[in-house]
Nanobody, 115 residues
Framework: QVQLVESGGGLVQPGGSLGLSCAAT????????MGWYRQAPGKQRELVAA???????NYVDSVKGRFTISRDNAKNTVYLQMNSLKPEDTAVYYC?????????WGKGTLVTVSS
């Protein structure tokens, strides 16, 4: 089992920045990728960004150039730096880890972009 604990999130004004972090504990060996998903009210959960253990990254088009995902393998932690935030970025952000074809999820952290 892999446990994921997110931190960060909160309220930020449009154009502002916010950072999220997610620490993995438990059976952390051979985690293939870690990432962030988000779910806005009334919408499906979508991938925001993901990074493999080898450093290959993937972003949804709507956040390219604004968000940066990074990973500290020694700390088993993944980060999401969010810049130039927009109201449409408002959502619950979930940390995700993929290991042997199984997705593990954090409980989520709310990001609200509003003036």
């Amino acid at each position: 089992q892999v446990q994921l604990v997110e931190s960060g999130g909160g309220l930020v004004q449009p154009g502002g920045s916010l950072g999220l972090s997610c620490a993995a504990t438990g059976s952390i060996f051979n985690i293939y990728s870690m990432g962030w998903y988000r779910q806005a009210p009334g919408k499906q959960r979508e991938l925001v960004a993901a990074i493999t253990s080898g450093g290959i990254v993937n972003y949804v088009d709507s956040v390219k150039g604004r968000f940066t995902i990074s990973r500290d393998n020694a700390k088993n932690t993944v980060y999401l730096q969010m810049n130039s935030l927009k109201p449409e970025d408002t959502a619950v952000y979930y940390c995700q880890a993929l290991k042997y074809g199984i997705n593990y999820w954090g409980k989520g952290t709310l990001v609200t972009v509003s003036s």
